[in-house]
Nanobody, 126 residues
Framework: QVHLAESGGGSVQAGGSLRLSCAAS????????MGWFRQAPGKEREGVSC????????YYADSVKGRFTISRDNAKNTLYLQMNSLKPEDTAMYYC???????????????????WGQGTQVTVSS
């Protein structure tokens, strides 16, 4: 059974940093592209970033480009999201997701992912 567990969320002031982690189990981690998504109250879930199985391809939403960095450690079955220069508009529940995708790219849409974690809350105050 696939299980994704996010951690690392919290409350920070604007300009601060957080590092999210997503521990994966029940799957062959390096067969999966991974993504980070977020959902603010009253809004649709949106893609933040994704990474191919090897880490060779990454994608960032324009709103986080230059501030967030996605990475993965396949030996540890763990996905990361380093978030710097946080803004109040980054406040949301953050989810990691997995898609069976041994190829060299990563999907960016919510409906392309098979497995989801429960989320970790990020709150940025001004």
């Amino acid at each position: 059974q696939v299980h994704l567990a996010e951690s690392g969320g919290g409350s920070v002031q604007a300009g601060g940093s957080l590092r999210l982690s997503c521990a994966a189990s029940g799957l062959t981690f390096d067969d999966y592209a991974m993504g980070w998504f977020r959902q603010a109250p009253g809004k649709e879930r949106e893609g933040v970033s994704c990474i191919s199985w090897s880490g060779g391809t990454t994608y960032y939403a324009d709103s986080v480009k230059g501030r967030f960095t996605i990475s993965r450690d396949n030996a540890k079955n763990t996905l990361y999201l380093q978030m710097n220069s946080l803004k109040p508009e980054d406040t949301a529940m953050y989810y990691c997701a997995a898609d069976f995708r041994p190829g060299s790219w990563c999907p960016t849409r919510v409906d392309e992912y098979n497995y989801w974690g429960q989320g970790t809350q990020v709150t940025v105050s001004s």
